[in-house]
């Protein structure tokens, strides 16, 4: 299993609902340490679990944890939800008066955030008692939820990968054809570049990824660069971002991607990108976004197909890392053995993860996964999301701790900087020597 250390802070304003803290179990159990801390004991009372998501994703969460409490007599559970921001917003809220509710759902790039405030339960002696049962998950992906001090903090259920995203009619009708097994970051810079010139007016051959955060740690991983170090600080030289920044802006100048000015208009949604809208023939794509993507296309250009790629590869491999989303366990939590067997349930039940779907990221259970790859009712669009996560997940993408900070400082500032170069305000030089003093004065703080 490879190793990198890097880090990720969600947003930080305060929202105007709380939610309240776990709820009063019938089990004598308390925090770290505590009575119940391993996750054993009886499996009733009253939980509080909390998630992000929309409206389709809200219905399967809800009858999922109806299943959980039909299969435990006894067993209630208060449920909160929100979109991603507005999650995170009350989850800060939260962390900062100790007041959690008994099971969160986070993200590999905010974990961090949270342990350094001590409001989680490390999830180890619950995995050594046999509460939480992690046999079927791959050993790479377990890891993905520990935090710096490598201790396990949210046990993933799904994992999410961002892919590269390819309109193949545009591709075919453009004379681009398909990219090869393996193919690396030139490889695929030429790919565009060829495309472009058999591109209806109007379109681009890419979107610009010189300031998206995925896509550079994607190139980093492939070219063996370290993305943080050991202080949470960055890994890799000014240089290197000259050299990343530099490949996408010779696409800009050539007219390869799209303007900057088009760019700042762009839909954050990816099913309302410009990809799904075919107005572009390329570009990075989460991997459970194909589905919808694809739908969207089929209205806005009908006949128009979306496949998804490995990101390219580099001398070090393959750039593809895996975001994982999971539960965790508050410190405040006062009912541990019915949050731990929540947890269980969620993620290695075979009729939870079938109704569930993969609607995270893939099922992180293997038996789960094979399970939903084997239904014949499953689409091919999502059959081909979690094939790609399998063989992602074969070549065992390094594993990267995100430090305290990685959304609001990192990403924020790496979009900002960038944009300064492609607006032509800024040299590539001088926007890396803006983005590097203001991430490093702040990040794994």
């Known amino acids: 299993m490879k190793f990198q250390r890097t880090t990720f802070l969600a947003g930080a304003s305060v929202a105007a609902l709380l939610l309240a803290g776990c709820g009063g179990g019938t089990s004598a159990t308390t925090g770290a340490g505590g009575a119940g801390a391993d996750g054993k004991g009886e499996i009733k009372g009253d939980i509080q679990a909390s998630w992000w998501g929309g409206e389709s994703r809200n219905a399967k969460t809800n009858k999922v944890i109806d ?106 009708k453009a004379g681009a054809g398909t990219l090869p097994e393996n193919y690396d970051w030139p490889t695929f810079t030429k790919y565009l570049t060829k495309a472009q010139a058999g591109m209806p007016e109007g379109t681009n051959a890419a979107n610009n990824g010189g300031g998206r955060p995925n896509y550079f740690i994607a190139w980093t991983q492939a070219n063996g660069k370290t993305l943080f170090n050991d202080e949470g600080k960055l890994g890799f030289s000014k240089e290197d971002l000259a050299q990343y920044w530099t490949m996408w802006d010779d696409l800009r100048k050539a007219g390869v991607v799209v303007s900057p000015q088009k760019a700042a208009e762009e839909p954050t949604a990816p099913d309302q990108s410009y990809l799904a809208h075919g107005e572009v023939m390329s570009d990075t794509l989460p991997g459970n976004a194909l589905t919808p993507a694809t739908k969207t296309l089929s209205g806005a250009a009908p006949g128009n197909t979306l496949t998804t790629l490995p990101y390219p590869s580099g001398p070090s491999g393959s750039g593809n890392a895996l975001y994982p989303s999971g539960f965790a366990v508050s410190s405040n939590c006062d009912n541990i ?31 789960v996964l094979d399970a939903q790859l084997a239904d014949p009712a499953i689409s091919s669009t999502k059959k081909h999301e979690l094939e790609l996560y399998k063989e992602i997940v074969s070549n065992e993408p390094p594993t990267i701790v995100f430090p305290p900070g990685y959304q609001s400082i990192f990403e924020n500032s790496f979009k900002r900087a960038y944009e300064e170069v492609a607006f032509e305000r800024m040299s590539i030089d001088a926007a890396a020597d803006k983005f590097f003093a203001e991430a490093n004065a702040k990040l794994g703080q």
């Open 67 to 172: 299943m959980f409490v039909a299969k435990n007599a006894g067993v209630t559970v208060d449920r909160q939800s929100a979109d991603f921001a507005k999650y995170f917003d009350k989850l800060n809220v939260q962390a900062a008066s100790k007041n959690l509710p008994c099971v969160v759902q986070l993200q590999g790039r905010q974990i961090n955030d949270y342990t350094k405030r001590n409001v989680l339960l490390p999830l180890d002696p619950m995995v050594d008692s046999g509460a939480i049962d992690v046999s079927d998950i791959p050993k790479s992906v377990v890891d993905a939820g520990r935090g710096t001090d490598g201790k396990l903090y949210f046990l993933p259920y799904g994992a999410a990968y961002d892919a590269v995203g390819i309109n193949t009619t545009l591709a075919e």
């Open 337 to 367: 053995p019915t949050a731990a067997a929540f947890i269980n349930f969620f993620t290695n039940d075979l009729e939870a993860g079938k109704l569930f779907g993969s609607d995270n990221g893939a099922a992180t259970n293997t038996k």
